[in-house]
């Protein structure tokens, strides 16, 4: 479908996915952030998410790492 091939290729559609599977799929958010870093690993808003994952699961010096690439984007 269009749709389908409209998400593989966009960063923003898949951090939108991985963004509406945070609450109740966490593998599925996974999965469309490691999708959309394939295509930009420096997207925001994926990195924010994920920043947000990791301290949630008390990875805090992942966190740290994956924050500093934020700051290095803007």
Same mark, same amino acid.
């Given at each position: 479908?269009?749709?389908?091939?409209?998400?593989?290729?966009?960063?923003?559609?898949?951090?939108?996915?991985?963004?509406?599977?945070?609450?109740?799929?966490?593998? =599925?958010?996974?999965?469309? #952030? @490691?999708?959309?870093? /394939?295509? !930009?690993?420096?997207?925001?808003?994926?990195?924010?998410?994920?920043?947000?994952?990791?301290?949630?699961?008390?990875?805090?010096? =992942?966190?740290?790492?994956? #924050? @500093?690439?934020?700051? /290095?984007? !803007?």
């Amino acid at each position: 479908s269009k749709a389908a091939e409209i998400e593989a290729k966009d960063p923003e559609v898949l951090y939108g996915l991985a963004r509406c599977a945070q609450a109740g799929d966490r593998v =599925a958010m996974r999965r469309h #952030l @490691d999708a959309a870093f /394939a295509i !930009n690993p420096r997207h925001p808003g994926c990195l924010l998410l994920q920043a947000e994952h990791e301290i949630d699961s008390e990875a805090y010096a =992942a966190a740290v790492v994956t #924050l @500093d690439k934020l700051a /290095a984007v !803007n």
